[in-house]
């Protein structure tokens, strides 16, 4: 039976929302780097340990934030951390130096570590497995959004008020999506009253959970070459988004002698690509699945994504024109993003019922690699005197991501589950 409008659509609204808030807030401080810099007297080395703090704390807390969702249910986790992260989104307005502006932001990146992880959870109870990429590409479509919009709010109210107050409007955003959450949001399609019967059949026959169960099986995923795999490559692409959504803004100004309104207007565009290419993404990366297979149709496109994107950073390392410089970060952004999906589709194949878990477990290795970025380019720079030597750098890290792909098989899951079908009952 076909229904035009499922339900499930909405929830995907609503997850969209949730990642449109956490760029939202993520990449507020990225925008407004260069005045705290000023005001607070810090280096680039420096700033690269405030925007690490975020990334260490968002690594160490993605596992458990993963189990918690998969053991009591993603609603509820949802709640603790937007609230969790909203407070220090707030408190971030309040800092009043290089150490209270660390502590801020990586309590901050302890709420905001639970996001991905609950996500890819729901979309595994949620949605049929034919449409994971396309489901998962709406998360990367609402960072992209979340990342393109936030310089022509967050700009325009540092512009008027001073750069804390756009702290503060992000926090109260948060809590009202928390309101939502509580009174409209249920874990599982079952849970609604709304659903129609047909729909909740089709879901629970078609999608890569079981009704039953299991501890996760932590021996037998890291004995697995294609877990490792993808806990390397996912390390090493979340060098590339680091740098998009942390360092680019100071370096578009610093490095490009961009002025803020033209840095405002590039950064907006960039991710606006990037939304077009997260929807396409998801759409093709399906496609191939059904066309060439499970391994194969996440293989390719996370592969070739990496390692163009580290081609275009090598172009960016390059040139001298500031032309190509834009037209190539925006060809890094959709690169990062397409990898992306294919990665986050890939934890939900694999993990099933643990969707959460191990998608938790891909993040904190993803969010070490961000720490990483984060210290080391700012370093770099100081040390270089410029930003040639750091991109360099990412671009050998995003290639060794991209080779890294071939040992990654979607295929070999780590619990027992529904098995993917490109067939059965459409809807």
């Given amino acids: 039976m076909r229904f035009k409008y499922p339900y499930r659509y909405r929830v995907l609204i609503f997850l969209f929302f949730l990642i449109f808030i956490t760029y939202l807030d993520r990449v507020c401080i990225s925008l407004v780097g260069v005045r705290i810099k000023s005001e607070f007297g810090i280096t680039n080395e420096q700033f690269g340990w405030v925007l690490g703090a975020f990334a260490l704390a968002y690594a160490l807390f993605e596992i458990p934030s993963g189990i918690m969702g998969d053991r009591i249910g993603q609603r509820t986790v949802f709640m603790r951390i937007v609230l969790w992260w909203s407070l220090f989104t707030a408190l971030t307005g309040f800092t009043t130096g290089l150490t209270t502006l660390i502590i801020t932001r990586f309590l901050f990146g302890m709420g ?18 034919a449409e994971t990429a396309r489901s998962t590409s709406w998360l990367l479509v609402g960072a992209n959004a979340g990342a393109a919009f936030a310089p022509l709010i967050i700009i325009p109210i540092a512009s008027a008020y001073g750069w804390r107050a756009p702290f503060f409007v992000n926090g109260l955003i948060g809590i009202l999506w928390v309101l939502v959450c509580y009174f409209w949001f249920r874990n599982n399609p079952a849970e609604k009253k709304k659903v129609s019967g047909a729909e ?24 697995n070459r294609s877990f490792w795999g993808l806990l390397v490559s996912y390390f090493c692409s979340q060098w590339g988004l680091y740098f998009l959504i942390a360092w680019m803004p100071v370096y578009l100004q610093e490095g490009r002698h961009f002025s803020e309104n033209e840095m405002k207007m590039t950064t907006t565009c960039l991710f606006i690509v990037g939304i077009i290419s997260s929807l396409g993404a998801g759409v093709l990366n399906d496609g191939l699945v059904k066309r060439k297979g499970l391994r194969f149709g996440r293989r390719y496109m996370g592969m070739l994504a990496l390692i163009i994107g580290g081609l275009s950073i090598l172009i960016t390392a390059m040139t001298s024109s500031n032309a190509i410089v834009v037209a190539a970060l925006m060809l890094t952004n959709c690169c990062i993003w397409a990898n992306a999906i294919s990665m986050l589709s890939v934890g939900i194949d694999i993990g099933g019922n643990y969707a959460g878990t191990v998608v938790g477990i891909m993040n904190c290795f993803g969010q070490i690699g961000s720490f990483c970025l984060a210290v080391v380019f700012g370093k770099l720079v100081d040390k270089t005197h410029g930003f040639t030597v750091p991109l360099y750098l990412l671009a050998f890290v995003l290639g060794t991501g991209g080779l890294t792909w071939l040992a990654v098989d979607a295929e070999k899951q780590l619990s027992v589950s529904s098995p993917y079908s490109g067939a059965g009952s459409s809807l």
Avoid at 112 to 128: L, Q
Avoid at 202 to 215: A, D, G, L, T
């Fill in 112 to 129: 905001e570590s639970g996001a991905f992880p609950n996500s890819s959870g729901t979309i595994s109870r949620w949605f049929p497995a």
């Fill in 200 to 223: 909740i059949v089709f879901i629970e026959v078609n999608r890569r959970i079981s009704q039953h169960r299991q501890i996760f099986p932590w021996k037998t995923a890291f004995r």
